[in-house]
């Protein structure tokens, strides 16, 4: 059992940046991919950025890619998502979640076995 709880969201204005935190507890961090996801109102939960048990392999939807950063730090059981440049059709809940699997970067919801509370990231125009 892996317990998450994501922290760092707030409100930015459109081109500014946000740092997403997910600290881990409950089981060894590193057994886990980890992934990032989003939802915005009314609209189903997606994929945003993935990461391996050992950092060295991500994966990142079109639309995010050059502009977020997906990183891990196993010694403090911690994921991260560094955002820049963001606009307003980031605005969503963040979801981080693990994925028990450490053969593949998930990209499904399907694919993920826990999942933080989510945190809150608007950014205005």
């Known amino acids: 059992q892996v317990q998450l709880v994501e922290s760092g969201g707030g409100l930015v204005q459109a081109g500014g940046s946000l740092r997403l935190s997910c600290a881990a507890s409950?089981?060894?961090?590193?057994?886990?991919?980890m992934g990032w996801f989003r939802q915005a109102p009314g609209k189903e939960r997606e994929f945003v950025a993935a990461?391996?048990?050992?950092?060295?392999?991500?994966y990142y939807k079109d639309s995010v890619k050059g502009r977020f950063t997906i990183s891990r730090d196993n010694a403090k059981n911690t994921v991260y998502l560094q955002m820049n440049s963001l606009k307003p059709e980031d605005t969503a809940v963040y979801y981080c979640?693990?994925?028990?699997?450490?053969?593949?970067?998930?990209?499904?919801?399907?694919?993920?076995?826990?999942w933080g509370q989510g945190t809150q990231v608007t950014v205005a125009s």
């Open positions: 979640a693990a994925e028990r699997s450490r053969l593949r970067l998930g990209t499904a919801t399907s694919d993920y076995d826990y």
């Open positions: 990461i391996s048990w050992s950092g060295g392999s991500t």
């Open positions: 409950g089981h060894t961090f590193s057994l886990y991919t």
